[in-house]
């Protein structure tokens, strides 16, 4: 039963360690309790305990010095990718210039009856099928897998999804986004994926699906996207609305950074160099002294 148990245990100490290390309470530089000691404040052995320190050392996070114990190295991890959801389409295009990609596989198939239908395609329509993992600073973030109707797939090559952003290749073929459906919840990760995205498999995931549709009602992607939360979130401001008493929470929209900038203001002309005209419309007030003299007759 306790080898059962064990490697179990090895991975809850693992994860309590490795989000502490990635959320920043373990700095670069500071020495871990002994392994005596996090075996008595995690209530294992300290086999558990080494088992958990050799999964964390083999990803770079921590360093092990002879004679002087365990030390928080500066991984390097970088800042996560944080995508805006009230600007997905504009982000996405950023994305695409900002990270790398890797193309795993490419073909046409008959889609599962359920993208089918979410696509609106035709009967025994098929769709382009894609799988692509996405990099930041050389690591890996996102699995990609995406459906697009076989008539658009062919406006591009296989070599041309690998370097270019799809939606730009959409964009290129005629098609116009004009809404999307998406729903976020999380799942785990399967072998394929555990080895794209270089995680553990079962290791939970954030996952994506959305649907882009055109103007006409046809839709012309269906996107699932896997995510490494450590390296990937989403992100909404909000802002209240409405009268007193019956106020609503709504997203705020942020300009993307291909938003051109508000054209400069014109600089007044200083009035001591430039006076200003006056309106013929409107009448010129009587000095005070004759507005009295008036008024005494």
Not at 103 to 116: E, K, N, W
Not at 198 to 210: A, M
Not at 254 to 264: D, H, K, L, Q, V
């Amino acid at each position: 039963m306790d080898a059962f148990v064990e490697p179990f245990k090895a991975r809850r100490v693992y994860l309590l360690l490795r989000s502490r290390l990635t959320s920043g309470q373990f700095v670069p530089g500071m020495r871990l309790s002994s392994e005596p000691a996090l075996a008595a404040e995690h209530g294992v052995s300290r086999v558990t305990v080494r088992r958990a320190l050799d999964q964390l050392c083999s990803e770079g996070l921590i360093e092990r010095r002879p004679g002087a114990g365990t030390f928080v190295r500066d991984a390097g991890l970088g800042r996560p990718v944080v995508v805006d959801l009230t600007n997905v389409f504009s982000h996405l295009l950023e994305m695409g210039r900002e990270t790398s990609v890797r193309l795993l596989s490419f073909g046409y198939v008959t889609p599962p009856s359920m993208i089918a239908t979410a696509l609106r395609l035709k009967p025994g329509e098929r769709t382009q099928r894609s799988v692509r993992a996405r990099s930041a600073d050389g690591a890996p973030f996102s699995y990609l897998i995406t459906h697009v109707p076989e008539r658009i797939g062919l406006t591009y090559s296989e070599a041309d999804l690998g370097t270019r952003p799809l939606l730009r290749l959409l964009e290129n073929s005629g098609v116009i986004a004009a809404r999307a459906s998406q729903m976020i919840t999380a799942t785990l990760a399967e072998p394929e994926v555990a080895e794209a995205l270089q995680v553990e498999i079962g290791s939970p995931l954030l996952s994506l699906t959305r649907i882009v549709y055109e103007e006409t009602g046809s839709g012309v992607e269906h996107l699932q996207a896997l995510y490494r939360p450590d390296r990937y979130s989403f992100h909404m401001d909000l802002e209240r609305n409405g009268a007193t008493g019956h106020k609503n929470w709504s997203p705020v929209v942020r300009p993307s950074a291909e938003t051109p900038p508000p054209p400069a203001r014109q600089a007044k002309p200083h009035a001591n160099k430039t006076p200003l005209a006056r309106n013929p419309l409107v009448k010129k007030k009587p000095p005070a002294s004759t507005a009295r003299s008036k008024g005494k007759g």
